[in-house]
């Protein structure tokens, strides 16, 4: 994660995003990981979980300044 933002922060701003993506889009691929790709849908499953690979979606979404 970033020096600036905490995790706590980027959920936030990355909920502000998926708030704002039309309902027809979150099915769209968001970001690519390990060669497995991430949608919107899938990755807010994965933030709402708490899932071993939030520090990591978070982490490119912020380098991609999608959050």
Partial sequence: MSNNATPDEL????????????LNLRSEIV????KEPISWSVAY???ETN??????ILT???K???I
């Fill in 45 to 47: 499953i994965e933030i």
């Fill in 51 to 56: 899932s071993a690979r939030v520090e990591q």
């Fill in 31 to 34: 970001l690519v990981l390990d």
């Fill in 64 to 66: 991609l300044s999608i």
């Fill in 60 to 62: 490119e979404l912020e």
């Fill in 11 to 22: 959920k936030s701003r990355f909920y502000k995003v998926y708030a704002n993506v039309p």
